[in-house]
């Protein structure tokens, strides 16, 4: 956060006492030679590199040559100083002026302020940062001087109700914020400042707001007339009110309240993109920063605003009309902001960028043009060569407007309109060759101008695609107009430019029929078009990929269908990078997590970033960029990244209503394919929570719970945390019936009663279950604890036969219970997913070994005897082909696998994972999969027994 201006001094990029003569690196080349040669006169006391300054400036300047003549004895001091600590000079001028003394001296320390500067300048002392970072600093200083001693004297005439002496210190809840280059610390040498004027209401009461808002409006055009007002001294800084909200119909100053309701209701793009370079300037900084804040979600959306594209383009359309400079490049008359290939374009090129992602990238929200293009290139969103070569055209444009207004003090960007004004420019830039600088700034211009335009020109780059359009295609075409996301006008317009390479593509698919159909599902349950239309126009590849989703699954395009914003996350830069792994994963959340102003904002992120990492495997594993396998350890990775981060956060919210957990706290452990680090897109998540108390009864909170009861509650709001359906949806189901005593057992589990249940009451199968635990929330201490119980029980359990008893007995419920759905159900049935799983189970459980995965559970159980290494070889075979099968069934759909009814895209995606050259083929591989391991189990389990026999 910026200090007050009062209290900031100058940012001098150079320390060390310089002075001029010491740091020139060039001079202008004097245009008139009699006014030069007067100059040489005048300062003849100078050395001769700084009367080459000083000719060249007044040689080019009638402005400045009136300043050096009116200023002449102070200029002579000051040209043997430092200018660094003469600029700082000049701003601890400003700082003690009394009110009394502000008309006159603002307006010759303004001038002051402009001679130094210039002469830095022009003089190459200064680079072009310092040099608009100074004009900034000035405006600033001069803004809260003014308005802070223009408030104390309200306050001593008693107009002020509310406000004491003290409150002039911070201007009374007034503050004044920088807009445009003023915001930025990019103002140029004559520009005006762009204020919003506005009090905080919430420091008043409500009786006095109206005499104190009559107070603030006459101070703000009390303010504006004494820095605008041209006297005989000149004036301080033209000062601009238009930007605040609906400027025609509102009064110069405005409470903050009544700003933010028109930002949250009426507020346009282009006052989302004036509010990326918005500061607070002047009066109370604090506040001007908290509003700020509050207005952050109307400038910076949480999706990628690719809209804005449009919406900028038609704006610079629209100031081009307005000024009339539409045509080919001519340099005379020429404008150096507004015109082709000119300082505007690359602020919009900029600012538009930082628009469409800075929602989603706090890194991005910077206020600088210069910085801005930095950060775009670093973050990958405008290549590093294109920054560079925009960054060194924006400072030599820079520099040129600097130039044209420093001729005659007027706020102007044209060039001049005849090569005699043309010439004088080139040579106040110290070019003595007029034609090599004429050909240097319209190679730049005309290289801005190929730089911007492609970005700004959505829809008319390229002639448009030839296809024929394949016959069945026009059923589906014909209905999308009627569709929600073509309702809006705008939505209607962007399709249109979209449509033509939208259908050659569909058209161009491998079978295009199925394409459209899928595409067609996609479209209909798309609420709205606009920024998801943007989208595309702006990344055509995105269309390939949403052929891709939509052709293999209409479950998963309906899904994206209703969450467009995952695709954001495609085009983030890291998209298809490999994956971070799950370290990297839980810090990711928690940095999101922390970020939200509440505990249903933290759900909320949580939600929409799973959600977004979720997408990334779905769509790595349907373009074959991983497995199956590496799919299923990646889900399993971004459920334990969600349960680890989101636990903390669910404690911290029940704790502030019922106190610390008592004792040594919880852990949550996963089972199942959780706890064997295997998941699948659809997967439950399987917990157990187990807690501590250590023998304390109850926790210490204003609304205090029995530690049973606390644990219970506090596990029940985990699981609303996890299934509650927000405004992004749910996180996970979550299946609790694994606990000890299933559905009738408490939801949360003491150690204790934990430890006796598994060594005395718990069933074969319970054990078995167990040998997939693992801890993956909570506190770190206990979930040691009970890993050394678990291993320990794991050994006192270590009973082949009646291990294998309970999986004979598991085997016939389950094949009661749960029979196989079809030949391609790769999970239940003898031989299949699950029929591995358990016999893996068995073989930890026998083995006394702590593995959870089954790869390494069938190897403890070669290790302890009961395998075979080639019967191991063969289930892990087998359960490889399962899960492949099992995995691609449950992205593509809910239903049973049947790949008649997939269609060609999902079959092939199918036989990809596989291997298998067709369908046929596969399902007697799978055949042969689930025989071959029927008859493992069935050996090992009859093997087992007659050993133990």
Not at 61 to 71: A, Q
Not at 701 to 723: C, E, N, W
Request: glycine share 8%; charged share 25%.
């Amino acid at each position: 956060m910026l200090r007050n201006p009062v209290d900031r001094p100058a940012r001098p990029l150079h320390q060390g006492g310089m002075t001029f003569a010491a740091r020139l690196t060039r001079s202008p080349v004097p245009v008139d030679l009699a006014r030069a040669a007067e100059a040489d006169d005048r300062f003849a006391a100078q050395p001769p590199e700084l009367r080459a300054l000083l000719r060249g400036t007044a040689g080019c300047s009638p402005y400045l040559w009136g300043v050096m003549t009116r200023e002449g004895d102070w200029l002579d001091q000051t040209l043997a100083s430092d200018p660094d600590a003469a600029f700082a000079t000049i701003l601890d001028d400003v700082r003690a002026m009394p009110l009394d003394a502000l008309k006159s001296g603002l307006r010759q320390s303004k001038r002051r302020a402009a001679l130094l500067i210039a002469l830095a300048d022009l003089g190459g002392i200064w680079p072009l940062e310092q040099v608009t970072g100074a004009l900034t600093d000035f405006a600033d200083l001069c803004v809260d001087v003014v308005l802070r001693r223009l408030v104390a004297a309200e306050i001593a005439r008693g107009k002020l109700p509310g406000l004491a002496e003290a409150d002039a210190e911070t201007a009374g809840g007034m503050v004044a914020l920088a807009m445009g280059k003023q915001g930025a610390h990019e103002l140029n040498y004559s520009s005006d400042i762009d204020l919003i004027m506005l009090f905080d209401q919430d420091r008043f009461d409500a009786a006095d707001l109206h005499e104190l808002r009559s107070g603030f409006i006459k101070i703000t055009r009390r303010m504006t007339q004494l820095l605008s007002e041209m006297t005989g001294e000149g004036y301080v800084f033209r000062t601009d009110l238009r930007l605040r909200p609906d400027a025609s119909v509102t009064p110069v100053c405005l409470s903050m309240e009544a700003a933010e309701r028109y930002y949250e209701s009426l507020g346009r793009t282009w006052e989302r993109a004036a509010h990326i370079k918005a500061r607070p300037c002047a009066g109370d900084i604090a506040a001007g920063w908290a509003y700020l804040d509050r207005l952050r979600p109307f400038v910076w959306r949480k999706h990628l605003d690719f809209a804005a594209i449009q919406d900028a383009h038609d704006m610079r359309l629209k100031i081009r009309s307005h000024k009339g400079l539409h045509g080919a490049l001519a340099l005379e008359g020429h404008d150096m902001k507004l015109g082709q290939g000119g300082i505007r374009e690359i602020e919009f090129f900029t600012q538009t960028r930082q628009i469409i992602a800075g929602g989603r990238d706090p890194d991005l929200r910077v206020r600088g043009t210069v910085e801005g293009l930095a950060r775009l290139a670093d973050k990958g969103w405008v290549p590093q060569d294109v920054a560079d070569t925009l960054i060194a055209d924006y400072r030599a444009h820079r520099e040129v407007e600097h130039r044209l207004q420093m001729v005659n003090d007027a706020q102007t960007h044209k060039l001049p309109g005849n090569a005699e004004g043309i010439a004088r420019i080139a040579n106040f830039c110290g070019w003595g060759d007029v034609e090599a600088w004429r050909s240097d700034i319209t190679h730049r211009l005309e290289r801005v101008a190929g730089l911007t335009e492609e970005f700004f020109a959505p829809g008319g780059r390229t002639p448009e695609p030839t296809f024929d359009l394949p016959e069945g295609a026009e059923d589906f075409v014909e209905h999308w107009p009627d569709y929600p996301c073509l309702r809006s006008a705008r939505a209607r317009e962007i399709f249109k430019r979209l449509e033509p390479d939208l259908l050659a593509r569909l058209s161009k698919a491998a079978r295009p029929i199925e394409a459209f159909a899928a595409f067609d599902g996609f479209l209909k349950g798309l609420p709205a078009g606009v920024q998801l239309f943007s989208l595309f126009e702006a990344n055509p590849q995105l269309i390939d990929l949403i052929i891709d989703i939509t052709s293999v699954s209409p479950e998963l395009a309906q899904y994206l269908s209703r969450n467009a914003g995952v695709l954001d996350a495609v085009i983030g830069g890291d998209f298809f990078q490999d994956w971070p792994g799950r370290a990297r994963l839980t810090s990711l959340l928690a940095a999101r997590l922390m970020a939200a102003k509440d505990y249903e904002g933290q759900l909320d992120a949580a939600r929409s970033w799973a959600k977004e990492w979720h997408f990334r495997i779905g769509v790595h594993f349907l373009r074959g960029l991983i497995d199956a396998t590496e799919a299923g350890r990646e889900y399993a990775d971004l459920a334990e990244a969600v349960l680890s981060v989101l636990w903390p956060h669910v404690v911290a919210q029940f704790t502030a209503k019922h106190g610390t957990p008592p004792g040594k706290g919880a852990v949550v452990l996963g089972m199942g394919s959780l706890g064997a680090g295997a998941l699948t897109a659809k997967s439950d998540l399987d917990l157990i929570v187990i807690y501590d108390a250590d023998g304390v009864e109850t926790s210490l909170g204003r609304r205090p719970l029995a530690s049973r009861v606390y644990y219970a509650k506090l596990t029940q709001a985990l699981v609303t945390a996890l299934t509650a359906p927000m405004a992004e949806g749910k996180l996970y189901e979550v299946d609790m019936r694994l606990r000890p005593s299933g559905n009738q057992g408490p939801v949360a589990t003491s150690l204790q009663s934990f430890r006796n249940y598994q060594r005395d009451e718990a069933w074969t199968w319970e054990h078995l279950a167990l040998t997939r635990a693992r801890a993956v929330a909570g506190e770190a201490d206990l979930a040691k604890e009970v890993e050394l119980f678990r291993q320990g029980l794991l050994a006192d359990k270590a009973d082949a036969t009646r291990t294998l008893a309970g999986v004979v007995d598991m085997r016939r419920r389950l094949a009661e219970a749960k029979p196989a759905k079809s030949a391609w159900d790769g999970k239940q049935g003898p031989g299949r997913g699950q029929d591995i799983e358990l016999i893996a189970s068995a073989a930890a459980l026998i083995s006394a070994n702590p593995a959870t995965g089954v790869s390494n559970q069938l190897a403890a159980g070669v290790e302890a005897g009961l395998l075979l290494s080639s019967e191991a070889a063969i289930l892990t075979e087998s359960y490889g082909l399962l899960r492949k099968v099992q995995g691609a069934a449950r992205l593509i759909s809910d239903s049973a696998l049947d790949p008649a009814t997939l269609g060609e895209s999902g079959r092939a995606f199918l036989l990809r994972g596989t291997g298998a050259a067709d369908a046929a083929g596969l399902e007697v591989r799978l055949a042969a999969a689930r025989d071959a391991a029927a008859g493992v189990i069935d050996a090992v389990i009859e093997r087992g027994l007659s050993n133990a026999t």
